[in-house]
């Protein structure tokens, strides 16, 4: 420290002394400072007013040796400000203070020989500007940002007066969410801080391509020396990289008139709100067609004509994100289908209705079609038949069985894809569409009890005489209807199909069906037979109750349905009746009469069945003495005392009776009778 205050006196001695800067007198005007160099750049301004000065030694300090460094500082009026003195060779003088406040200063420096010789002064000038720029604030573009496009950021130029080493350029910084400062120094910006360095009308920045959602944009003005303004001020950026999503309402499938579409376009950031011809917009087009542009996030447009129409969707958002196009199809067919019955009927399947149907845009819809038919000539409701679809057709069976003989008229209704109906009773020859009935081949069924031949007892009485004799009878017609048997008995049961000329209808299914009376279990039962060669068939029935015997025949595709008239099959009930005793003393111990009711397919209920007991006496008619209730099994018993002495001696005749009962499958029976005799 002691050295340089005593070099820079030095320096102050020697000051008055220094020769001009043009003098030069050989060797010694070659005793120069070469290259002076400001720390920094000569021609940059400087924040701090601390400098550095280096120069390289010339050839001639070798030769005449350098025993001082003569420093001095000027201001921008020439007056010196500081000088100093280096008592030694150096190439580089550290730590010159300019006085505070920016200005220019011209800083020399020349060199002492060691002969005390000085040589020329070279001369280098240092700018100092710690002044700070006055604010510039940033002009965020007004609306929302797309994804595709690059946001242009305006700035205000800071207001005068600038400092003197003007403007550089502005700092800018881009955060998403907050602010954030643009430059990392309290008070200055460095040169690669320095975003744009066009100067003070370089106000206009281009931000690179931002991500979705909300930016702060902060700003700064940097001055020459690179000092910043005091205060970043900041603005917003909003930014929509999101295509907006569009929904297409338009049915689908075919339709048979003209067909509105409605897009409806949403976006969740800038919106679809109208806002003029350069806001949000959607757009339909039809086949290619200039699109129907709304302003907005809704659009309509009528598909008319027939055939398919291709359909595509447009839609802008606020923020200038495009999506599209969205396409689809829209199938109109506004023309009937066309339909029409077989040319004939198949022989083999005489009931077979069908009718083709055929459209030459969207197809038929043979879910929907039906055929119908009603009695020729009537104005009748066409009563429809259980229609499927087949290969292209319509295709039901008539049930012709089931109406009566007569010409019927058929009539068939068809749709299409789109909804078109057609309907028609023309065949494909253009022919009426009628068929009569009959349609098929009759069949006639005839049946009855017993074989190929019933054989039975014809009893009759004479003269209280009962006289049977055994009779064969062939022919159905002259069988019997009824026919009553024993409980527990069989029957035979017969019939013949054959067709209305009398040909024989070998191996078909017959139904022989029973249907049992009230009360009994089960009710009804059906036994398929198949008739023979000659078209006969015969069935044994099983024991049971009384019942109903119809023998039917269903018929076949080419074969009506027939049914022989039903006989009845009376069974006769089953009373079994025993007493105790075949004796019985008058005043002694009872009689006890038991007996049970047969029961066979016929439950008999838990408070059971009536049972009248009956006697007589020689000479005498049946009386009833007592009714009394079997048990749930059938089985019942009663104690009887002979009390009366005028029965001593006399053989009773007792009975049981079943009675007829509602709910009962079984006809009235007696029970064998049985002897007491009282003593």
């Known amino acids: 420290m002691k050295r340089l205050l005593a070099s820079l006196v030095s320096l102050a001695l020697l000051a008055a002394s220094l020769p001009a800067t043009g003098a030069a007198a050989d060797p010694i005007s070659q005793l120069r400072p070469l290259d002076l160099r400001v720390s920094g750049g000569e021609d940059a301004w400087h924040p701090d007013n601390s400098f550095r000065l280096d120069w390289d030694r010339p050839p001639a300090a070798d030769a005449l040796g350098v025993r001082a460094v003569h420093f001095r500082l000027r201001d921008s009026a020439g007056h010196v400000v500081s000088a100093t003195s280096i008592p030694?060779?150096?190439?580089?003088?550290?730590?010159?203070h300019v006085p505070s406040g920016p200005g220019r200063y011209l800083a020399d420096v020349w060199l002492e020989s060691s002969d005390r010789r000085t040589g020329p002064a070279v001369s280098a000038v240092l700018r100092f500007?710690?002044?700070?720029?006055?604010?510039?604030?940033?002009?965020?573009?007004?609306?929302?940002?797309?994804?595709?496009?690059?946001?242009?950021?305006?700035?205000?130029?800071?207001?005068?007066?600038l400092p003197i080493s003007g403007i550089r350029g502005y700092a800018v910084s881009v955060e998403r969410g907050a602010a954030s400062p643009p430059c990392a120094g309290p008070d200055r910006c460095?040169?690669?801080?320095?975003?744009?360095?066009?100067?003070?009308?370089?106000?206009?920045?281009?931000?690179?391509?931002?991500?979705?959602?909300?930016?702060?944009?902060?700003?700064?003005?940097?001055s020459g020396s690179g000092m910043r303004s005091a205060q970043a001020l900041?603005?917003?950026?909003?930014?929509?990289?999101?295509?907006?999503?569009v929904a297409l309402e338009a049915p689908a499938g075919w339709h048979n008139g003209p067909v509105q579409v409605r897009a409806l376009a949403t976006d969740r950031l800038s919106g679809m709100a109208a806002a003029g011809p350069s806001g949000p917009y959607t757009a339909i087009a039809v086949d290619g067609a200039l699109p129907r542009t709304q302003l907005?996030?809704?659009?309509v447009a009528a598909v008319t004509g027939e055939g398919r129409h291709q359909i595509a969707v447009h839609a802008r958002d606020d923020a200038g994100n495009t999506a599209g196009p969205r396409t689809t199809l829209v199938q109109i067919d506004e023309s009937p289908p066309a339909i029409a019955f077989a040319r004939s009927q198949d022989p083999t399947e005489p009931e077979r209705i069908e009718a083709t149907v055929s459209d030459a845009l969207s197809g038929p819809d043979l879910a929907r079609g039906s055929l119908g038919f009603r009695p020729a000539g009537t104005r009748q409701r066409f009563q429809v038949l259980e229609t499927t679809a087949v290969a292209g057709k319509l295709v039901a069976r008539w049930d012709s069985d089931a109406s009566a003989p007569g010409t019927y008229e058929f009539r068939a209704t068809a749709y299409d894809l789109a909804g078109n109906e057609s309907s028609s009773d023309r065949r494909t020859n253009g022919t009426r569409m009628v068929l009569a009935n009959p349609l098929k081949a009759v069949a006639t069924i005839e049946a009855g009890f017993g074989g190929r031949r019933l054989i039975w007892q014809r009893c009759r009485r004479h003269e209280g005489q009962r006289r049977c004799r055994h009779e064969a009878i062939a022919p159905f017609e002259a069988r019997p209807r009824t026919r009553t048997?024993?409980?527990?008995?069989?029957?035979?049961?017969?019939?013949?199909?054959?067709?209305?000329?009398?040909?024989?209808?070998?191996?078909?299914?017959?139904e022989v069906v029973e249907t049992f009376d009230a009360g009994s279990t089960p009710t009804r039962r059906t036994t398929l037979v198949r008739t023979a060669a000659d078209g006969s068939f015969q069935?044994?029935?099983?024991?049971?109750?009384?019942?109903?015997?119809?023998?039917?025949?269903?018929?076949?595709?080419?074969?009506?349905?027939?049914?022989?008239?039903?006989?009845?099959?009376?069974?006769l009930g089953d009373v079994r009746f025993r007493a105790s005793v075949s004796t019985a003393r008058i005043g002694g111990a009872p009689v006890f009469f038991r007996g049970r009711v047969g029961n066979l397919g016929a439950p008999i209920p838990a408070e059971g069945r009536p049972v009248e007991l009956q006697f007589r006496f020689p000479g005498a008619d049946w009386a009833e003495f007592r009714t009394v209730q079997t048990d749930r099994h059938g089985r019942f018993h009663y104690p009887y005392a002979f009390s009366d002495d005028d029965s001593r001696g006399i053989r009773f005749q007792f009975r049981a009776y079943a009675p007829a009962q509602e709910g009962w499958p079984y006809e009235p029976a007696f029970s064998r009778p049985v002897f007491v005799t009282g003593r």
């Open 129 to 161: 500007d710690d002044v700070r720029p006055g604010s510039a604030r940033p002009l965020a573009p007004t609306g929302w940002v797309g994804g595709d496009a690059t946001a242009t950021l305006k700035l205000e130029r800071p207001e005068a007066p």
């Open 485 to 510: 048997v024993p409980f527990g008995g069989g029957v035979s049961f017969s019939g013949r199909l054959t067709s209305i000329r009398g040909v024989a209808l070998g191996g078909l299914p017959v």
């Open 234 to 245: 900041s603005a917003t950026i909003r930014v929509d990289a999101s295509d907006p999503e």
């Open 296 to 299: 907005g996030p809704v659009a």
């Open 88 to 96: 030694h060779d150096e190439a580089v003088i550290e730590y010159i």
């Open 190 to 222: 460095s040169l690669a801080e320095t975003d744009v360095r066009a100067g003070l009308a370089g106000d206009t920045v281009s931000l690179p391509r931002l991500s979705e959602g909300t930016h702060v944009v902060s700003a700064v003005a940097v």
């Open 539 to 571: 069935i044994q029935l099983t024991p049971g109750p009384g019942r109903q015997v119809a023998a039917r025949f269903s018929g076949t595709r080419v074969l009506t349905r027939a049914a022989a008239d039903p006989v009845r099959l009376a069974v």
